[in-house]
């Protein structure tokens, strides 16, 4: 599997499942953003996009080539040999009043599980981490406002425990929203990387540690 991060909450996963006859990669983009965040929007072709909620920093499927399965509400999946669940979650701490709801997704290929957490605004309850049970690769927003706050954002990783964790949806050059930058969460957590990473490429047997690791991601359109 390997993994690139396209800024904002937007990832592009690339995986080769279990029992498909072609050697083609299933592509996979989630959140992708409108260029109104203040960012060029992510360019390539997609087999799936998933939207976790309708808002210009997330929902612009259509800037992605292909004949994408585009998903934007909970429910269960199986698309080119990728089982996806979409699990349902507050945009805000008032049950959605205010900003409405939010999709997470967990996407199973290659033995591994990845969580995405679009703009989640409250730590889970028993039934969503029944759900979810098992991430190994987590994506947890970290820069606020209007979803997880570094502390916040801290206590979501202690409930789901993943292998692997990706901040995301922080202050990056260019990005006009206002979020703060990813220095917050890093101090609370204690284990963030120097260095940026440009590209993931994982393997189940890559996830056998137990102590959890942090990569901050180096974005493909910066």
């Known amino acids: 599997m390997t993994i690139q991060w ?8 690339s995986t080769k499942p279990e029992g498909r006859g072609s050697g083609e990669d299933v592509v996979i983009f989630t959140d992708p953003y409108n260029k109104e965040i203040g960012m060029r929007p992510p360019q390539g072709r997609a087999d799936v996009v998933t939207v976790s909620h309708d808002h210009p920093g997330h929902n612009n499927a259509e800037a992605l080539r292909g004949e994408a399965a585009v998903l934007d509400l909970p ?3 199986s698309i080119k040999g990728v089982s996806i669940k979409g699990v349902n979650s507050f945009h805000d701490k008032e049950e959605g009043a205010e900003r409405g709801l939010n999709t997470i997704f967990v996407f199973e290929s290659e033995g591994i599980r990845f969580c995405h957490l679009g703009d989640l605004a ?3 309850d028993k039934k969503q981490l029944e759900e ?13 406002p209007y979803s997880l706050m570094a502390k916040e954002a801290k206590a979501v990783v202690d409930q789901i ?7 995301m949806h922080y202050k990056t050059p260019g990005n006009k929203l206002k979020l703060e930058d990813e220095k917050k969460f890093c101090k609370e957590i204690g284990i963030c990387p120097r260095e940026k990473t440009p590209k993931l490429i994982l393997k189940k047997k890559d996830l056998e540690s137990e102590k959890i690791q942090v990569f901050l991601m180096e974005a493909v359109n910066a």
Do not use: M, R, W
């Not at 425990?161 to 901040?167: A, D, F, M, S």
């Open 75 to 77: 429910g269960e999946y």
């Open 6 to 13: 396209y800024g904002h909450s937007c990832f592009k996963i």
């Open 132 to 144: 979810i049970n098992g991430v190994d690769i987590l994506a947890v927003p970290v820069g606020g």
């Open 122 to 124: 409250t730590s889970l």
């Open 161 to 167: 425990e993943p292998k692997i964790v990706l901040p």
